[in-house]
């Protein structure tokens, strides 16, 4: 997975059950999203292994509903994904925010989530780690799923589709309690049929319950809710260490962020994966000259 890239990571987004999410900027001024993922997690050659056959399956199947992973890139300890959006804010930004949901919007975030993974399911992969932090909402109110197969590389889990499906009646137990409407009850029934195993007669169910409620469609209460759910500010993050063995039970930010620390990626034809740069202190006023001149550089040969 390689293009001609260079990214630049500003700052930490949240900290996961993978990882640290950052922003990341191009030369061109595009803003998008980088996992860096817990270097505990893919110390082991077979786990880097298995975390870049999960990425290039979902890549390849490129179902719709999922975050795009566009690139993977490895140094000797730390691995990265980059994703063609930024991926904030999320469903639980969204949750934690508490705002009171409009019924339709709340029902049609459940049915995308549905859909997503019933397209994942067909393809013969599963999300694994399915929670409202793992769930990107798009400025016009739809639900994308992030980190999608990635700690189920990890931990070389089967795929599972029961899994999800439970998983995905759990967010829809937690959307039904932000909504303020009698209407939330459709979301109740299609969380008690979700956890029984059968997301497809749940998801169906749901559409066609919820089809005329106002904002199912156009999500424009949902939208107009959007622009001020900020990211909660990066915590660290409790894991449960039994669940995925060797990680710690607690993670903290990277080390790497800081105000005035930037980090380069590059990869492209004739680059290696290993192709992270060591981390760099720069002025971020002095970004743009950095970018231009410093890049080029080449570095000096061995003293002979």
Known sequence: MQTNSELWLDKTLRIGACGTWWTAGTPGGHTL?????????????AVRDRVAAAVSAVRAANPPGVLRTTELVYDAKRAWLVVATLPKPTLADLLAAKHAL???AAAGLAVDIAAALRQLHAAG????????????LTGGGSAVLAEVGVLAAVRDAPTDAS?????????????EARTADPESSLLAQAGVTGQTGDLAAAARRLALLAADLPD????????????????APPQTAQLAEAAIG???????PS???SARTVVRLRFGPGVPDSALLNPIVADTQARPKRRLFGWFRPKAGPQT
């Open 33 to 45: 999203g980088t996992l860096q993922l817990d270097p505990d997690l893919v110390a082991a050659p």
């Open 102 to 104: 409009p019924p339709g």
């Open 125 to 136: 992969l599963s999300h694994g780690d399915l929670s409202a932090g793992a769930v990107v």
């Open 163 to 175: 899994a999800d499906a439970e998983a995905w009646a759990g967010i829809v137990r937690e959307l």
């Open 216 to 231: 199912f469609e156009t999500r424009e209460g949902l939208a107009s809710l959007l622009p001020d759910v900020a990211p």
């Open 246 to 252: 060797h990680v710690p039970a607690q993670r903290q």
């Open 255 to 257: 080390t790497l962020d």
